[in-house]
């Protein structure tokens, strides 16, 4: 399967630049082609300008790229922490800047874009890790978790890809060497049950 993971975190040292080698050598190690994407090491330009807001712009050849290989991905993996109940602004740059009309969705003929798209990608399966330090209860009762409604039905299933899967590792500025390996070590569990082996 050809699988796309994005990466939105600065920090090289963080637990999430280690999930997102988990997954990474997991995918790989099963036979998938994986298309990595660590958004600040490549100086992903977050900014969408006026001249892309329209479905027929002409992109940057960067961003087109970004494009061309998420239309084609058979799966999508995404992995960031929570900041104030929101991506990275690098990683929401590249929502709005590549989940874009024509390529991640379409309105039918007549349809202004007042009605219900109709989701363009081909992935079978999205999976969201996340990290966060604000336990489980406090984040339901005060914040209401809203990633989970920004992934699974803003994005993903606006675009057309149903089966979502989303974890949370938390509470990680208290956590223990043992308790991260553990999460990495589930990470691949999940990895390995959502894309299964494509190796014949």
């Known amino acids: 399967m050809n699988i796309s993971v994005i990466l939105g975190h600065p920090n090289i040292n963080s637990f999430n630049h280690a999930i997102a080698g988990a ?43 970004y494009c061309t290989e998420i239309a084609a991905a058979d799966g999508i993996i995404i992995i960031h922490p929570n900041w104030w109940g929101q991506p990275p602004a690098i990683l929401k740059g590249w929502v709005d800047r590549v989940i874009r009309s024509g390529v991640a969705y379409e309105f039918n003929q007549g349809d202004s874009g007042e009605g219900v798209p109709r989701g363009l990608l081909k992935a079978k399966a999205a999976v969201v890790f996340n990290t966060s330090d604000t336990p489980e209860g406090r984040e339901l009762q005060v914040f209401g978790d809203p990633l989970e409604t920004l992934w699974k039905n803003c994005i993903f299933a606006y675009c057309g890809v149903s089966n979502f899967q989303r974890r949370v590792f938390r509470v990680v500025v208290t956590s223990t060497f043992e308790q991260r390996r553990q999460w990495l070590n589930e990470v691949a569990r999940t990895i390995k049950q959502v894309f299964p082996d494509s190796l014949s």
């Not at 660590?38 to 900014?47: A, T």
């Not at 892309?52 to 050849?61: D, Q, R, T």
């Open 23 to 65: 997954v990474v050598d997991t995918l790989q190690s099963h036979g998938h082609q994986v298309h990595f994407h660590d958004l600040y090491q490549e100086q992903f330009n977050p900014l969408l300008s006026k001249d892309e807001l329209s479905k027929n712009a002409s992109l940057e050849s960067s961003v087109e790229r």
